[in-house]
Nanobody, 120 residues
């Protein structure tokens, strides 16, 4: 299973970006899929994650500005980031909890990370 993330870049404060992450390979299903972010010297933190049922968990600091969504197949996740702030600057990682097959336990996969830089 591979997760490929796209959409990072350099923007000014107040601008928007849309991240996408597509899962490919052989698997049965994806349970939770979403985004984490990390800045130098800090731990990776949850930004937003969505279950197959559509429930979401979003960190308070981005509520009202970031929206997470999945495509109908459930294998691609998007993060619409509006009203970006300099403190949103980080490397954003896609994470997916994948069921390889009906006989295997869930495995966690990470994407390669995409850099988001917000200038003031």
């Amino acid at each position: 299973v591979q997760l490929q993330a796209f959409g990072g870049g350099l923007v000014q404060a107040g601008a928007y970006l849309r991240l996408s992450c597509a899962a490919s390979g052989s698997f049965f299903s994806i349970d939770h899929i979403g985004w984490y972010r990390q800045t130098p010297g800090n731990q990776r933190e949850l930004v937003a994650i969505m279950s197959t049922g559509g429930s979401t968990d979003i960190v308070d600091s981005v509520k009202g500005r970031f929206t997470i969504s999945r495509d109908l197949a459930g294998n691609t996740v998007y993060l619409q980031m509006d009203s970006l702030k300099p403190e949103d600057t980080a490397v954003y990682y896609c994470k997916a909890d994948v069921t390889p097959n009906l006989e295997a336990p869930i495995r966690v996969y990470w994407g390669q990370g995409t850099l988001v830089t917000v200038s003031s």
